[in-house]
């Protein structure tokens, strides 16, 4: 997933060819251990919230938001 994009946890089980398992998605991604290196912060719920993170909700914002400006400033 490039910088500045997000997917949902449904819309990543359905790339997965698995529609029905965004509980799992949303399981495994609340498991990795490397956080910034692998983007875990760049699932979000259906409704448009962030959602939890492991190292804080206001940590994925943060790097929501430094992504997001990132990826605006090289457009």
Same mark, same amino acid.
């Given at each position: 997933?490039?910088?500045?994009?997000?997917?949902?946890?449904?819309?990543? /089980? =359905?790339?997965?060819? #698995? $529609?029905? +398992?965004?509980?799992?998605?949303? /399981? =495994?991604?609340?498991? #990795? $251990?490397? +956080?910034?290196?692998?983007?875990?912060?760049?699932?979000?719920?259906?409704?448009?919230?962030?959602?939890?993170?492991?190292?804080?909700?206001?940590?994925?914002?943060?790097?929501?938001?430094?992504?997001?400006?990132?990826?605006?400033?090289?457009?």
């Amino acid at each position: 997933m490039p910088v500045g994009a997000l997917v949902t946890y449904g819309g990543l /089980s =359905a790339n997965l060819q #698995n $529609p029905n +398992a965004s509980r799992a998605v949303g /399981s =495994a991604v609340g498991a #990795n $251990p490397v +956080a910034f290196l692998i983007p875990c912060h760049r699932v979000i719920r259906s409704t448009g919230e962030t959602g939890q993170y492991h190292w804080g909700s206001q940590r994925k914002s943060a790097m929501l938001g430094w992504e997001a400006a990132k990826a605006f400033a090289e457009v």
